[in-house]
T-cell receptor, first 115, second 115 residues
Framework: EPEVTQTPSHQVTQMGQEVILRCVPISNHLYFYWYRQILGQKVEFLVSFYNNEISEKSEIFDDQFSVERPDGSNFTLKIRSTKLEDSAMYFC?????????????FGPGTRLTVL | GNSVTQMEGPVTLSEEAFLTINCTYTATGYPSLFWYVQYPGEGLQLLLKATKADDKGSNKGFEATYRKETTSFHLEKGSVQVSDSAVYFCALKAGSGAGSYQLTFGKGTKLSVIP
């Protein structure tokens, strides 16, 4: 069964450094998403992406964040200058966009630790 | 705005016990409702879904009924197994169509089943 994959599984970085989290969505899906979960808190929506542009973003997704689909398979989340409060599990998801309710399928997550 | 409230965990049950995890929501319009499950060390997996009032989603012995009058989507299973130990997330998506809609999650309920 097709699945969403994410790399790395765990990323440790110093405050102020740039990080890029990578995702490979399911191959025929058209909509891509990033969510995050700070330890002990809710899973929160960050951004959705369709047709090579952001379609929706939350207030969390400020100028420090960016997303890109650099080729036909990868979908990346970049954090330009990490802060301690960016430490969280980051989940990528994708959906086909063709059949309601258009279920989102999630990857295993990348645990980001900012020191 | 949209919100999901689910019962606080952790929940510890003996094998073959009956499980209920409560979930209530606030949303405008007619959302689609989901239960996701996260097994230890893995990503979020769709467990079941419902798109309109009185729909019952079911999978792997789990069931949940979309109750518009009580704005609820409680998860139930008649006889839990050790392998059901996981974190369960209730989520909603505003609208029942396809396309880019963010999911709003509850905080998650950790279930531990002991032999």
């Amino acid at each position: 069964e097709p699945e969403v994959t994410q790399t790395p599984s765990h990323q440790v970085t110093q405050m102020g450094q740039e990080v890029i989290l990578r995702c490979v969505p399911i191959s025929n899906h058209l909509y891509f998403y990033w969510y995050r979960q700070i330890l002990g808190q809710k899973v929160e929506f960050l951004v959705s992406f369709y047709n090579n542009e952001i379609s929706e973003k939350s207030e969390i997704f400020d100028d420090q964040f960016s997303v890109e689909r650099p080729d036909g398979s990868n979908f990346t989340l970049k954090i330009r200058s990490t802060k301690l409060e960016d430490s969280a599990m980051y989940f990528c998801a994708s959906s086909s966009g063709t059949s309601p309710p258009d279920t989102q399928y999630f990857g295993p997550g990348t645990r980001l630790t900012v020191l | 705005g949209n919100s999901v409230t689910q019962m606080e965990g952790p929940v510890t049950l003996s094998e073959e016990a009956f499980l209920t995890i409560n979930c209530t929501y606030t949303a405008t319009g007619y959302p689609s409702l989901f239960w996701y499950v996260q097994y230890p060390g893995e990503g979020l997996q769709l467990l079941l879904k419902a798109t309109k009032a009185d729909d019952k989603g079911s999978n792997k012995g789990f069931e949940a009924t979309y109750r518009k009058e009580t704005t609820s989507f409680h998860l139930e299973k008649g006889s839990v197994q050790v392998s059901d130990s996981a974190v369960y997330f209730c989520a909603l998506k505003a609208g029942s169509g396809a396309g880019s809609y963010q999911l709003t999650f509850g905080k998650g309920t950790k279930l531990s089943v002991i032999p």
